[in-house]
């Protein structure tokens, strides 16, 4: 597998406080990847690391490709006209397609002579992606670029995303928490919760091996040991799990479904009582 970005006790720390800890991770060339978590996990200070705008404070991050990346906000000049982005883009990167900034402006229909304060959000955040692809990045990072936009805005930032993806076969890191969306565009998953990457890889691969089982009761003990048990709610006389694993479930006492991918990713989220003490516990050392 040849990744795009790799990173192996990845930490961050802002005074007393890991932003990020221990993450090891390998990203794979030629994917669509969803980063998510909850606030405050991490994802931001993940991608700042991995554009260079933060430095580590211990482990180590490497790009094996070319970088382009649109922060939270989709961040443009609200003083500067569309043309003046574009210009200002071609003189800050050597690798400028001015060909492609300039079709994807006239086929979004904005206006050269606008300045970005007068743009919609929906404009502004395409503005923002054109200057991220017009670098001709090998991985395109964006965190959180649809946050903040109405659902139809959303849809056709992402198609455009996907469009261009198909078209110049790049490799793209997007964090979000809006999981429809990352259902709609990924094709790899990266689930990062209380600092830590908690699991990774292909979204089908992934739901094809996690699975809910509802049954009576039972102790967590008394599961088998190929079954990686997720997380784990009970009643008094019944018990639900979501499991990991390859082997089939051949209990007759459970019922087995399938899950979504936000079931899946709320099921990492949801992080057993004992791991909760334990990840506090090293939180403190």
Known sequence: MTSVLSAHGLGKRYGRRWALRDCTIDIPAGHVVGLV????AGKTTLLKLACG???PTEGTIETMAKVGFVAQDTPVYAGLTVAEHLTLGARLNSGWDAALARERIAQLDLDPGQKARKLSGGQRAQLALTLGL????ELLILDEPVASLDPLARREF???LMEATAAAEFSV???????????RTCDYLVVLVDSRVQVAGEVEELLATHHRLTGPRRDESRMPGDQYVVSA?????QSTYVVR????????????????????VLAYMEKRPAER???????LR
Do not use: Y
């Open 233 to 237: 709610r009970h009643t008094d006389r």
């Open 37 to 40: 978590g909850p606030n405050g």
């Open 245 to 264: 694993t390859s082997a089939p479930i051949l209990d007759p006492a459970w019922a087995v479904s399938r899950l979504t991918l936000e079931d899946l």
């Open 173 to 183: 890191l997007l964090s979000s928490h809006l999981v429809a969306d990352l259902e």
């Open 53 to 55: 705008q933060l430095v």
């Open 158 to 160: 992402l198609q455009g």
């Open 277 to 283: 003490r334990r990840a506090g516990l090293e939180a």
């Open 134 to 137: 017009a670098k001709r990045p």
